[in-house]
């Protein structure tokens, strides 16, 4: 069975530090994968996109970047963290071709 | 751009009760998807709407999706605590790979 894993599951970082986020799955090959940020109770906002190795869609300009260094890793990255990046921080996957996604337990960072 | 809302944002009622949520859009779909989340995790299909006018129903939860295919509602029959949580809608387009999801209703039920 596939499984869809993000870490770390919290974190505190200081304004103007960098950022790593981590998403892996396990049991499916060459799936799509993305990066949603959801403000508290609210809706997702897709931020990437990727459908291979070195693909990437970003969909809102901002000061986070992703990269997908092996077909089932995922990483959501920034140089410098702003106030305005806390939130929850999911990731999902689905099979091409298919539009169910599979969502990770998210991430919820807070940016002090 | 499309448009898209959910309505109403926030509903609290007693277990018991029956709920309506709704989400309508400006444009056609090929089909939409319907997501629960509850705090903390993230979200899981319910559903999937293909055909304009179709209804399906997961036990207590009944899904419609409009004949024009620009909106949807989700209505839970004698709603229950395990009903508790963030309603997602996702209209889907023809082409692409990715999903617009709506700003969600987040639902409260009360025992």
């Known amino acids: 069975s596939q499984t869809i894993h993000q870490w770390p599951a919290t974190l505190v970082q200081p304004v103007g530090s960098p950022l790593s986020l981590e998403c892996t799955v396990e049991?499916?090959?060459?799936?799509?994968l993305y990066w949603y940020r959801q403000a508290a109770g609210r809706g997702l906002q897709l931020l990437f996109y990727s459908v291979g190795i070195g693909q990437i869609s970003s969909e809102v300009p901002q000061n986070l970047s992703a990269s997908r260094p092996q077909d089932r890793q995922f990483i959501l990255s920034s140089k410098k963290l702003l106030l305005s990046d806390s939130g929850f921080y999911l990731c999902?996957?689905?099979?091409?071709?298919?539009?169910?996604?599979?969502f990770g337990p998210g991430t919820r960072l807070t940016v002090t | 751009t499309q448009l898209l809302e959910q309505s109403p944002q926030f509903l609290s009622i007693q277990e018991g009760e029956n709920l309506t949520v709704y989400c309508n859009s400006s444009s056609v779909f090929s089909s939409l998807q319907w997501y629960r989340q509850e705090p903390g995790e993230g979200p899981v299909l319910l559903v999937t709407v293909v055909t304009g006018g179709e209804v399906k129903k997961l036990k207590r939860l009944t899904f419609q999706f409009g004949d024009a295919r620009k909106d949807s509602s989700l209505h839970i029959t004698a709603a229950q605590p395990g009903d508790t949580g963030l309603y997602l809608c996702a209209p889907i387009k023809a082409a692409g790979n990715k999903l617009t999801f709506g700003g969600g209703t987040r639902v409260l039920v009360k025992p």
């Open positions: 999902a996957w689905s099979t091409g071709g298919s539009y169910e996604q599979y």
């Open positions: 049991g499916t090959s060459n799936p799509n």
